[in-house]
């Protein structure tokens, strides 16, 4: 795979105030190697900001130390201007910093309502866990008329629908998704795609990685593009979207099947119009 040319990367993204979520010179990985090399990038309050990168690039990785599983070994990572480095996963969760994970991740063996229920389990004021559960029901029919079934006797989508509903029982400031769109058949992901929306449209920002890029920078007010552990372009999800070169990279489908060469320009910032 070709690397975007050192034209196209421009200066770093001057640091806006009003970010909600703001990484900084991010270094991050397991064991020897570092996965991440320095990742800058915001999310503003009120978008859906949408990462889009091929396989390995590092987008899970970048969602598991800002939900403080995978503490960086350099940079800042900024919640509402305060540093989360540091923070445990269950501090990141109460500071209303909510992932739902790649894998389906509901107990198959409980209800559906257990499962949604369960979201509140940093949430000790039963009346508030009340209120919430009603809210969620009416958001999402599945809930309602399969609340009682097995989590695992339900499609993945619907699957799908029930992690975002148990994700809104601690009432994010940020939902962070990653692919929520993973395996799921075209008509399936519209309905998926279309609560994301609706999410959204209700006041959530919303931090999301999709291996659908060019769905989910459809999708999104504001895209990151992510290659080899480097931001390489930033600019609205139509921005990205229409850039030629990115199309060529992500977006015809052949650039996810090959390796990820290293990245020959090493700048992160705002992407060059042409
Ligand atoms: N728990 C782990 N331990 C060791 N290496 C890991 C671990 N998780 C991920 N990696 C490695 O980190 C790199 C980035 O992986 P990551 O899962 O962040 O990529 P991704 O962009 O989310 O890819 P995909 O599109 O396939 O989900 C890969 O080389 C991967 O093998
Ligand atoms: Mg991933």
């Known amino acids: ?156 989508g619907q699957q799908r629908l029930v992690e975002f509903a148990r994700c809104l029982m601690l009432d994010p400031k940020i939902v962070v998704l990653d692919e929520p769109s993973m395996g799921l058949d075209p008509k399936t992901l519209r309905a998926v795609f279309a609560t994301v929306r609706l999410m959204h449209e209700q006041g959530r920002t919303i931090l999301l990685v999709e291996q659908n890029a060019r769905a989910g920078l459809k999708l999104a007010t504001h895209g990151v593009v992510l290659e080899n552990g480097r931001v390489r372009f930033t600019g609205t999800g139509q921005e990205v979207l229409r850039h030629p070169e990115i199309g060529a990279l992500f977006l015809g489908g052949a650039a996810r099947s090959e390796p990820a060469s290293p990245a020959r320009q090493e700048t992160t910032g705002e992407m060059n119009r042409d």
Do not use: W
Request: positive net charge.
């Open 1 to 156: 795979m070709t690397s975007l040319s050192a034209e196209q990367a421009t200066r770093p993204a001057p640091a806006g105030a009003e970010a909600l979520l703001r990484l900084s010179g991010v270094v991050a990985g397991y064991g020897g190697g570092d996965v991440l090399k320095g990742v800058d990038f915001e999310v503003p309050p009120g978008s859906i900001t949408c990462i889009v990168g091929p396989n390995g690039a590092g987008k899970s990785t970048l969602l598991a130390t800002v939900s403080g599983l995978l503490r960086p070994r350099q940079g800042r990572i900024e919640f509402r201007g305060r540093d989360l480095v540091g923070t445990s996963p269950k501090g990141i969760l109460e500071q209303g910093i909510v992932q739902v994970p790649q894998n389906h991740s509901l107990f198959r063996e409980m209800t559906v309502r257990e499962n949604v229920e369960m979201g509140a389990f940093l949430v000790r004021d039963r009346a508030v866990v009340r209120r919430r559960l009603d809210e969620i029901v009416e958001q999402f029919p599945v809930i309602a008329e399969r609340g009682k079934d097995k989590a695992g006797a339900l499609s993945g």
